[in-house]
């Protein structure tokens, strides 16, 4: 099948469309009902109407926007009605939700004229947080807008004007930087003189381009002021209206900085390209064919030209899912009475500034593997970017709290992390530890330093203030690698060829002479093999945590610092342990990668060092011992390990959390299953540490639970080290680095 027929498909499938609508308290019992209608339901109802303002305290009101339209200019497709644009503004809504996790309602208005469009939306205020217009045809789309505006009490956002503007105004600020041109000396051209092209002009004026150096074309020419005087041109276009001579689009991009296309595909020659000043900035973004193709605007030329499209399969997409969800959530969350000029000019800015920073790896795969690094091919982030939400939001609130459109005041820091936490749980979970490490940073090697993602994980650790990164490796090779990757730092490096090492080698060779290990040899491996360097490093207190294993097998990463750090004093158990998160809930998984076969009291102490990590991250810990048998069903020697550690774990005065078991997995994490059929247990509410009976059971489960559940996996973190050392997984991301880098200084801070 095309794609016009899997689009079909997909949108006819069981439930026809994109959206519904789920409760979000429960509705299990006849309490819950009475409680969510009749007759509870009026007591916040009486509330409401003596205090208006606590509707955004009882309803879903502060986080619901209406997309409306009347379907008189859908993209592409025209003036289709009301009924024919319901799966684009269905669309919207996904887009919403997506990305910055606001509900809509699709209204779908069959009404044309501005005065009753108008009164029907103005009905609506006491329902909606905020009022998205959807391709509404000019010039009714800015009457539309400007009276609602001025008529309501929330914000109103017509996004073909607005979204495309602060996009490419965001893409405009860069591409200007990388040119090395001055914005109020640029000469713009504009081809396309509708909602979006308008909208895009002003804004560029507010951003500090000058409205006199604007040339706005038509599918008739240049708007000239002689056009205007004859009538030709509405009194949008006629703002924009110059006093040159006629000409066409031609002749107004000869010696043209910028152009900036907003009309249909193909109408740009590589010639016109080859007329602009030197290193031009072109905006194609006619969809779904660019005015001029991403390849012919780059082949035209042998300067620097810097080309965004409206499309996925080129660089430097401007796309308005990078402005509205963002816009209308800082918007909602400080309750604000309209989006202005300032808060879209915050966007716009936040958008920028993003370009500027590291790329998460996930959003490199997520766009196949292409290098994504700021300069002419990457002046404006990627749509999937999830650093958007969170970026963008909080500078949209602090814009509409200082231009005095908010309502209510909010603390920002506290704000990020709660935009944060809409993104999964893992991110709140390592929102505790981050703010911890940033309170007290500690000195930690990164073993492969010379790797590309330890370097970025290094900067990323040494620009947000959670840890003072030492790389090792040679010095050469990181400096030239961060060069490349544009990251302007100067980390710590201790570069083995180039530093006296021999102290480490004899602190190597007193610790490990009489277990096969020779003077030349322990200087042999402090020279060669990062990982003893590291460890020793660690072991002298020259650092304080370690990292290793990117590029290794985890026994080979694993073995240097068992043999130099070892374990804590009190114990000769380590234990790996990965924390998975999940929509409303955490589980601590142990042991997942060291010991194979452990006795009961090994399983014993990995779940005492469990339970520690879990209330590293405020968790309270509940402990459940698995196994395939529930409290004595099934009576072996397997089952009689995990038992026999409870008994340890419950006669230890020193243990003050709940612990039982041995139990099987489903009764460990279910509450029915816990306490309505074992109403002897210990835990009083489902597990939060999962203890497995072998290494065999642990990784398989965690894997299953991650992959199989959708659940977010961190670590795996060692615990019962002696000092913080944790070793990463092959392949894992530059965001695990720095995660796991934040459990190792919290390790130090204890």
């Not at 040339?215 to 000239?224: K, N, Q, R, V």
């Not at 991301?733 to 204890?750: M, Y």
């Amino acid at each position: 099948m095309g794609l016009d027929d899997d689009a079909r498909e997909y949108h006819r499938q069981e439930p026809p469309g994109k959206i519904a609508i789920e409760t979000t308290k429960p509705t299990n019992t006849q309490r819950d009902l009475s409680l969510a209608y009749s007759p509870g339901v009026a007591a916040p109802c009486r509330d409401i109407a003596a205090d208006p303002e606590s509707v955004f305290e009882y309803t879903a009101k502060g986080n619901l926007v209406a997309v409306v339209s009347n379907g008189s200019a859908v993209l592409g497709l025209g003036d289709i009605g009301a009924a024919a644009s319901k799966p684009v503004m269905e669309g919207k809504g996904v887009l919403f939700k997506r990305f910055a996790d606001i509900d809509v309602f699709d209204i779908e208005l069959d009404i044309d004229s501005v005065d009753p469009f108008c009164e029907a939306v103005k009905a609506m205020e006491p329902t909606f947080g905020g009022i998205n217009l959807e391709d509404i045809k000019a010039p009714e789309c800015f009457k539309i807008e400007e009276r609602l505006r001025e008529e309501m009490d929330v914000p109103v956002f017509h996004d073909d004007q607005h979204g495309t503007a602060i996009i490419s105004g965001a893409a405009l600020m860069n591409a200007v930087d990388i040119s090395e041109k001055d914005l109020s000396e640029l000469e713009i051209v504009f081809s396309g003189a509708g909602a979006s092209a308008i909208a895009s002009a002003r804004f560029y004026v507010s951003l500090g381009a000058r409205k006199e150096n604007i040339t706005m074309c038509d599918s008739s020419g240049i708007i000239t002021e002689e056009r205007v005087e004859a009538g030709e041109v509405n009194e949008y276009k006629s703002q924009f209206a110059t006093p040159v001579e006629g000409g066409d689009l031609a002749d107004a991009m000869e010696g043209a900085d910028v152009f900036v296309g907003l009309s249909v595909g193909g109408i740009v020659s590589q010639e016109m390209v080859r007329s602009m000043a030197a290193d031009p900035i072109i905006f194609a973004m006619a969809n779904p064919d660019p005015e001029i193709t991403y390849e012919d605007a780059k082949a035209a030329r042998d300067d620097t030209v810097i080309m965004a499209t409206g499309r996925s399969d080129y660089p430097n997409m401007v796309n308005n899912v990078l402005g509205f969800p963002f816009l209308f959530r800082g918007a909602l969350d400080v309750r604000a009475t309209e989006i202005n000029e300032e808060m879209k000019a915050a966007a716009a800015e936040a958008l920028a500034d993003l370009a500027r920073k590291d790329v998460p790896d996930a959003v490199v795969k997520a766009y196949g593997d292409e290098p994504l690094q700021f300069g002419p091919d990457y002046v404006i982030p990627k749509p999937l970017d999830p650093r958007v939400l969170f970026e963008v939001a909080p500078r949209v609130a602090e814009a509409a709290m200082e231009s005095g459109s908010a309502r209510t005041e909010i603390d920002l820091e506290k704000y990020r992390e709660r935009l944060e936490a809409r993104l999964g749980k893992s991110r709140e979970m390592m929102r505790v530890v981050l703010n911890k490490a940033k309170s007290d940073p500690k000195r930690i090697a990164l073993a492969e330093g010379t790797d590309e993602k330890m370097i970025r994980a290094a900067y990323q650790l040494s620009e947000q203030g959670i840890a003072e990164p030492v790389l090792l490796g040679d010095a050469d090779t990181i400096s030239q690698t961060a060069a490349e990757l544009g990251l302007s730092f100067r980390p710590e490096v201790v570069d083995p060829d180039d530093r006296d090492v021999s102290g480490y080698g004899d602190r190597l060779y007193e610790l490990r002479k009489r277990k096969g290990i020779t003077k030349r040899e322990a200087d042999d491996l402090v020279k060669r093999d990062t990982n003893y360097l590291g460890s020793v490093m660690v072991e002298t207190g020259d650092v304080d945590a370690m990292l290793t294993g990117l590029t290794h097998h985890y026994p080979s990463a694993l073995r240097p610092p068992l043999q130099i750090v070892g374990s804590a004093a009190d114990t000769d158990t380590v234990a790996g342990v990965y924390m998975l998160t999940f929509k409303n809930r955490v589980i601590f998984c142990a042991d997942t990668t060291v010991n194979q076969d452990p006795d009961a009291e090994t399983l014993a102490e990995v779940t005492r060092h469990t339970a520690d990590l879990a209330r590293r991250f405020n968790v309270e810990p509940r402990a459940a011992m698995l196994s395939y048998s529930n409290f004595g069903s099934v009576d072996n020697e397997g089952t009689r390990k995990p038992r026999d550690a409870v008994d340890i774990l419950q006669s230890d005065d020193a243990v003050d959390f709940p612990v039982d078991g041995e139990m099987q997995a489903d009764t460990a994490v279910v509450d029915d299953i816990l306490n309505g059929t074992y109403e002897f247990s210990q835990l009083d509410e489902a597990a939060n540490v999962l203890v497995f009976p072998n290494l065999e059971a642990g990784n398989i489960g965690y894997k299953l639970l991650q992959r199989l559940g959708g659940a977010e996996a961190i670590g795996p973190m060692l615990v019962g080290m002696d000092e913080p050392v944790h070793v990463l997984q092959r392949g894992d991301e530059v965001k695990d680095i720095v995660n796991l880098a934040s459990v190792a200084v919290v390790d130090a801070q204890e």
